[in-house]
Every structure is written in C-alpha cells, then in structure tokens.
C-alpha cells in the first residue's frame, strides 16, 4: 500500500542519516539516472528544506554547479518573506563546467525562481598562476569573496570522481593520479576515496572544504544509482549538519553495502 510505501521511504531515510550520523536524510521515490522528474521533485524539497533552514534576516546561499543543481534549482518556489531576504552567490570559482550548469548559471536561476538576490564572481577557466592571483586582487572580486566567506548556508551536489574529472577536462596526468588514488566522489572541486578521504583539490578561490565543515546548514543534493558510490564515500566524511536530498535508486544501493 502506499501507507506501506512512506513507511518505507522513512526507515530509509533515519537508516541512512544514521549511518553518515547526518542531521537528515529526505529521499524522493524514483531514479534519477533516467528520471528526469526525480530532479524537478529534488527542487521542490530543497525549497521546502530551506525555508526550514533558513532563519529570518538576511542569508547568504552558496551554491555550487553541475546538472544536478542546476535543473534542481529550476524547480525552486519562493522563499523570500518581509522578515527573510535570500542573496545567492556562486560558492566557488569556475571549475571547468558548461555556462549553463556553472554555479553563477545556478545562483542566478535560484535567486530569480526564490525571489532572491544574486552576485556572480567573474573569473575565467584556464588563466595562468600569475594571472589569477592578479584578477583576485581587484576590489569587485574581491567584494563577492567577502560575501561568499559570510555564507550561512551551502547547497552541492556530489558526482562522481572520473566522470566529473573528464567532463572538466582534466589533464591525462590528473586522471592517472585520481586513478592512483582511488578516487571514486567529487564535491566542491575535490576528490574524494572510498573512505571519504581528500585526496586531490583543484585549486580555485571561493568555499574551501574547511569553511564547509563551519557553516550552519549544508545541504547536498545527489541521486541516481550510478552515483550511489560516489554519495558514500562523500557522505562519510561529511559536515555532521548535512542534510541531504537523495532518491530511492541510490538510497536502496548505498544501503546494500551496510
Ligand atoms: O560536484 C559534483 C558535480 O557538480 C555533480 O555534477 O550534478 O552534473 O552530476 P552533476
């Protein structure tokens, strides 16, 4: 019965928060591999999870990029009141992602669809040691770095390591040591093993994994069973307030391992 069905989804969900000992675990039913509306369903509760989170006053929301994000961030209502106002901003610089799944394409979608505010950080791919360190100084940068460092709130995904490592474009020497060192998870430009290790970080400005562990409320969104692995090796290590969003296919996977 359905009555049976929710029941399920709950046990589900307190057995898997109890296991990464996370805050809470909200599962959607369904794959999110060839689903695609496990992913609009994933927007309505990020929604309704951070209209819970977030408290009255002004918030500041990181949010990271990629597919999931951003069709997530799609779906997304409204969450700004009189008392609550919401800025958006991108929580790390550019890490090799397409325009539209890149988190300042991300930030800017949910301020829009959440009634919000949001600040890009402009800094291009591919620049010389030299010329980033540069651009970093310039005081525009620099007021959107300030703002990022004053987050209260934090919004990822997870993916995993080589597929992420190749999408980004990678150089082969990466891949062989990502390869090396068994890295299996990607979140926030590092890479992760099976034991929720770090064991490799692409050197951008923005968020660092540390700030994470600092901030109030974190919220992770990843589903699909190809990525039950990669979700994990993440979730084993990660910030103990983490709440994530997550669908049956890789929830019921993650579980057959415990
Ligand atoms: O860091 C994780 C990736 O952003 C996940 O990307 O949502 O496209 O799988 P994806």
């Not at 591999?33 to 999870?49: A, P, R």
């Not at 995904?157 to 891949?175: C, F, P, Q, T, V």
């Not at 979140?187 to 700030?211: N, T």
């Not at 307030?241 to 890789?250: P, V």
Request: hydrophobic letters at 40%.
């Amino acid at each position: 019965s359905v009555m049976n069905q929710l029941l399920g989804m709950h046990q589900v969900e307190k057995e898997i928060s109890q296991y990464f000992g996370i805050k809470r675990c909200i599962v959607v039913a369904g794959n999110s591999d060839n689903q695609e509306k496990v992913l609009y369903e994933f927007g309505d509760i990020l929604t309704d999870s951070l209209d819970l989170l977030l408290p009255d006053g002004d918030n500041i929301v990181a949010v990271m990029g990629g597919t999931t994000m951003a069709l997530t961030a799609e779906h997304m209502g409204t969450l700004e009141t009189e008392k609550r106002h919401n800025l958006f901003v991108p929580a790390r610089g550019g890490i090799g992602e397409a325009m539209t799944v890149q988190a300042n394409s991300v930030s800017a979608v949910m301020a829009s669809k959440t009634g919000g505010h949001h600040r890009a950080l402009y800094v291009p791919e591919q620049l010389s040691l030299e010329t980033y360190n540069s651009l970093l100084q310039e005081p525009s940068i620099q007021e959107v770095l300030t703002l990022i460092e004053q987050s209260n709130c934090v919004v990822h995904s997870i993916g995993r390591a080589l597929h992420m490592a190749a999408r980004r474009k990678m150089s082969d020497d990466e891949m062989v040591m990502l390869k090396q060192n068994n890295a299996v998870a990607e979140s926030f430009g590092y890479f992760f093993d099976e034991e929720g290790e770090v064991v490799y970080k692409i050197p951008r400005i923005g968020l660092q994994l540390k700030d994470v562990q600092k901030i109030s409320n974190v919220v992770a969104i990843a589903g699909g069973k190809s990525k039950a692995k990669a979700i994990r090796a993440y979730m084993k290590n990660a910030p103990k307030q983490t709440w994530l969003i997550t669908d049956e296919a890789a929830a019921n996977e993650i579980l057959k391992g415990v």
